[in-house]
């Protein structure tokens, strides 16, 4: 027997899949013209030589997504609709590549220094908008979307968005070597918001009922209370907890893929859109399919799978001898990516109950967050004074690791709740 909230959500759950398949999607578009793997990095190696500084570009987004989320758990758990906090927050997430337009035109006057400085400034605003607008965006679309098909929708909504960005790269390789410096990153970003604005509008019209049959404490918990609950009496989450900070270490040659290519064998920027392509392609795939699969078989065996894929493309990378080795290094990487992001997203809101939901997405996030950021460190500044083959030899090694972990200690949390309520 479906509750009204559950009637509410199957009536409307055809219209908000299409909708918000239209965010992802013209995300997509707006990422492949300003991606945290190609394009911004390519820009911040356009004004320092520093390994350590271009690997930060995907580590401060990557960070300030999830750093974020633990600390708003306990407000986002109070709340009977959603929709309101996400389309504020994300405005933060958006608005800050029109400033990474503005200072690209500016360079020239500017100069590399304080280009540099602007744009880590607008790194570390974007990155934090993102994770402000997660946990409630989480929150909200695990709300809309029945249980059965979560990871089929953030599947196919992470791959189409790969797939738009996969073009829109190979456009904004283009746009980089027939444009002449300024225009040529300005143009990129500028294209980057305007997509990232129209997206806004799709994710806005989604449909979200309010939730009157949530039970909200009169008190107000504190989070970490709350948190070390979760912590001391779920073992199988600590475990996951530990993969996921594991994997941040086995995938970070990951970031330096990009610029291995340009200085090792003098890729162009033609070839860059090529690879990017490449990867989010690859991600697409992965997500459509891993989604699915994961809804079927469990998480878990996509979270393994993941972990072999991160395991041959750093070490292909570790032995490529030419610019042909890094189509498979990028394809794979993209396999990895999608099972750290996308599959952990999933795996994550099967933990826990309703009420508890926020919660786990705060901790498999906010606990994750340092790994995030020290892991590029210490691969930059391995690559910064051994070079970058010992950065992706060390990361073959930790990948060993990961997939014991997963393998030996992490369970499926759908089949450990079934099979506990199932003796009780």
């Not at 299409?18 to 004004?47: E, H, R, W, Y």
Request: charge should be neutral; hydrophobic fraction near 55%.
């Amino acid at each position: 027997m479906l509750t009204p909230l559950e009637k509410e959500v199957r009536k409307n759950l055809k219209y908000n899949v299409a909708v918000n398949l239209g965010d992802g999607s013209l995300f997509g578009v707006a990422l492949g013209f300003a991606s945290f793997s190609a394009i911004l990095p390519l820009f911040v190696a356009s004004m320092t030589d520093s390994a350590l500084l271009i690997g930060l570009v995907p580590a401060i987004h990557s960070v300030g997504w999830q750093l974020p989320q633990l600390f708003t758990a306990s407000h986002v758990a109070r709340l009977r609709q959603y929709k309101r906090n996400v389309l504020m927050m994300t405005i933060h997430e958006r608005l800050p590549f029109l400033g990474f337009a503005l200072v690209a035109l500016a360079l020239p006057v500017l100069g590399a220094s304080a280009g540099l400085t602007l744009t880590f400034i607008l790194l570390t605003w974007q990155g934090l908008g993102g994770g402000f607008t997660a946990n409630p965006w989480t929150s909200m679309i695990s709300k809309i979307i029945p249980a059965d098909s979560r990871g089929a929708f953030f599947g196919m909504q992470a791959g189409l968005a790969n797939l738009f960005i996969s073009a829109s790269a190979v456009g904004a390789g283009y746009l980089l070597e027939y444009l002449a410096a300024p225009f040529d990153f300005a143009a990129c970003f500028f294209i980057a918001s305007i997509f990232f604005t129209i997206s806004w509008f799709s994710l806005s019209a989604t449909r979200e009922p309010i939730d009157e049959e949530k039970i909200i404490p009169a008190e107000k918990t504190h989070f970490w209370e709350d948190s070390k609950k979760i912590l001391k009496q779920d073992k199988n989450f600590n475990w996951f907890l530990a993969a996921r900070f594991l994997s941040q270490f086995a995938t970070m040659g990951f970031s330096f893929y990009i610029i291995y290519a340009l200085r090792a064998f003098d890729m162009t920027d033609v070839v860059a859109g090529y690879l990017t392509a490449t990867l989010t392609i690859s991600q697409t795939v992965a997500n459509m399919g891993m989604g699915w699969l994961g809804d079927k078989i469990g998480h878990r065996a996509m979270l393994i799978v993941g972990a072999f894929a991160a395991l041959l493309s750093a070490g292909l990378a570790w032995g490529a001898t030419s610019l042909l080795w890094f189509y498979p290094i990028f394809a794979l990487a993209g396999v990895a990516n999608v099972s750290i992001w996308t599959i952990g997203m999933a795996m994550t809101v099967d933990f826990g109950s309703e009420a508890e939901r926020p919660l786990y997405i705060g901790l498999s996030q906010t606990l994750t967050a340092p790994a995030t950021i020290i892991a590029p460190l210490v691969g930059g500044w391995i690559a910064d004074s051994a070079g970058f083959v010992p950065t992706f030899s060390i990361s073959t090694a930790l990948s060993v690791a990961l997939i014991f972990i997963l393998l030996a200690l992490v369970q499926d949390p759908k089949r450990l709740s079934l099979r506990q309520a199932s003796v009780l």
